[in-house]
């Protein structure tokens, strides 16, 4: 594995550009130990006011960090700072500058650091903001020597060795012309005495041959810098030396770099970025490349996978990108969405261990390494000549998303560091982009769990319709929205009908759906017709918007919705519906007509105008098709809103198809596009209560008119075959009946209903709602109602013209 001893902090400086740097050597607990007249211009102290003193003089969030390679540790688990960092000069004010630690090594494994340090605040605003060439390029590999008044090497990084071939431990201690004699040594040797001389900064471009090859001559840049004691005197001088040739193909690669990830992150599909970010490394940077995802990365579920020891349980990966310069990506073991070994103690366990990218040039493929661990993997690299490898984790908020397989196969060079810095470059673009989609698909699959968990599971329709219904959810573009409907039994063989729609999408906008449909609930439990219902909605709307706004921290969500409530009654087959702002529904007969009722708009719930809500009654014949929809299913991008209310009422306009066929028809008939809002649609036939289901009559209002009820329902009851009910209900009339004769003033209705249960209903003209309440042993009075509620499944009372209805209601499986 190869590592490198250097941390960059920004995007802003140029590897190439090293001569514009302000230069400082800091020893282990980050004492300056050398100074530069560049730096002295930066920041304003000259060599006397920093030599000797800590770092965090200059850079105040160094104050945090014990030693300079804590800090650098820091900045790694931070894969750096998101913006620039600031270093503070003389004045106590603080510029933006582009940062770099580069660790040298000494005698004795000793370490020193030197910082280069180069003024942002003076570049163009396109380089401010990041070009392409930016953190790529400040990360790529430099040589570093630091070389006494003599030009003795004292100290050197690791990277030096690779570009003029002198190992670290044959350069310690002697003159360039020493380890490497010959003219072009000796006319270095020449600009590092001016150096010391003038104390300034140079810069020389000088050919010679890179260590592992014999081929031609290797362009080098290299920048020569005075170091300061704090005396102001020259110590020795600093010498950087950037390859050239590969600092241009990486700006080459880079531009192409630029260009393409662009294309990255253009959706919220993980799976989708992943095959985006292979199919842009191939041919770029690979041959073949495999992005494997933690398998709840896609579903946003599960725990995050942190850094650090992962113990006796690995997680799982699933392959979620593929790509290679071969048809087929004959060289992957494992197609997408398949699960991915990750073995102990292999390259892949160690990347998860550190988050750190592992680098093999030369792939080991002899017996008994780690690639036999996975046997289909060591049959693929032999098959396939694979000579090359680099493993790059996908890390996002401290957090190991994935990994990324790079593999040579037909490109006979191995990877080198600037193919890994350049990897880690693109998989850091796509991360950002991966875990948006995360975070995405974690807020949608809660939003839709919790909004499926709160739509009705099964639709009750009872004996007055028939009912199915859909409901998809918007692509993961643009989530899961606050569409809901409900079949609500109610009293009287009667159910009420609702669809709407909630303001925005996401959590909010599926917990917001949740309480609007309770209450609904509550408010058709109350028997409020339609008009009324939509009233005491929009009121709770206002209400839970003013709470919303009163949370702290919190910015205030999108307030409103969208509904339409509906009443149908199978006994006089009439349907009774308003709306709020709602679209209105579809009424096919059974011939086949399609109408679009004319009903009173109404405002959207919660905006507040106090505008009354109207209702509108409809007759409709038995069979006949209803229904409610919200605006996503007749909205579409390029196409008017009444085209798609005619095609809606087109592909439901078949008769004899199953509600269940036309529901599929119905949505099915979207144009190609994905929908921009969840669809929902609501489907119910109608059905009617035979004359033989249903008796009434009209009671004299004198002492005889409970007795008389009594017998009446007993007829029916026989009637009916439901003689075991008799007692009960002869009790709950007699108490009904009672009340009625003894609070209004006006004639007294009975009416019996059996359809899925038995129902008791007595009209009065009295408006005032009865109210159980739990009498005194001394009380006369009281216990009507007491007993009704012990007799009877359920009872209440509703509203209707002229007066209010007490109804109650029997299991006809009891008798």
Known sequence: ?????????????????????????????????????????????????????????????????????????????????SGTPEVRDRHGRTIDVGLRFSMVRGPHGTTRWLASVGDVGAQSGEAAAGSVRGSLLTRAPIGIVIRDRQLR???????????????????????????????????????????????????????????TTLGPEHPFAASFHCLQGADGEPLGVCVISVDVTESRRVRERLAVLGEATARLGSTLDVMQTSQELAELAVPLLADYVAVDLEQSVPFGEGPPVRVGPTGDRLPVFRRAGLASVHRGAPESPWVRGEPVPVPPDSPFSDVLQTGKPYLEPILDTAPGIWIDKIPALARKVHENGMHSLMIVPIRARRT????????????????????????????????????????????????LALQRNLLPRRLRGGTAVEAASRYLPADMDHGVGGDWFDVIPLSGARVGLVVGDVVGHGLHAAAAMGRLRTAVQTLADMDLPPDELLAHLDDTVQRLADEDADLPDQAPAAVGATCLYAVYDPATRRCTMARAGHPPPAIIDPQGRVTFPELPAGTPLGIGLGVPFESVELELPEGSLLALYTDGLIEARGHDIDEGMHRLGASLAQPGRSLEDLCDLATASFPAQAPCDDVTLLLVRTRSLSPAQVASWTLPRDETAVRHARNLAAFQLDEWGLEGLGESTKLIVSELVTNAVRHSTGPVGLRLIQHTVLTCEVFDTDVCSPRLRHARTIDENGRGLFLVAQMSRRWGSRSVSGGKVVWAEADLCDH
Not at 27 to 36: K, L, P
Not at 412 to 420: G, I, L, S
């Open 1 to 81: 594995m190869t590592t490198t001893d250097t941390v960059t902090v920004s995007d802003h400086t140029d590897a190439s550009g090293v001569s514009d740097s302000a230069i400082a050597l800091l020893d282990e607990r980050g004492t300056v130990v050398a100074w530069t007249l560049a730096a002295e211009r930066l920041v304003g102290y000259a060599a006397r006011d920093v030599v000797g003193r800590s770092a965090a003089v200059l850079l105040p969030s160094f104050g945090e960090a014990p030693t300079v390679s804590a800090f650098v540790e820091q900045c790694r688990a931070d894969n750096g700072w």
């Open 153 to 211: 090497c004292t100290w050197a990084n690791e990277v030096m060795e690779s570009h003029d071939g002198i190992p670290l431990d044959r350069r310690l201690g002697s003159r360039f012309t020493d380890a490497l004699p010959g003219a072009k040594a000796e006319a270095l040797e020449a600009v590092m005495r001016q150096v010391l001389q003038s104390g300034t900064t140079k810069v020389h471009e000088y050919r010679t041959w890179l260590p």
């Open 400 to 447: 190991v998303l994935g990994m990324v397989l790079f593999i040579r196969t037909q490109d006979p060079m191995p990877f080198q560091e600037a193919d890994r810095l350049l990897a880690e470059e693109l998989v850091n673009r796509a991360a950002v982009s991966l875990d948006n989609a995360r975070q995405y698909a974690r807020e949608h699959t809660a939003a």
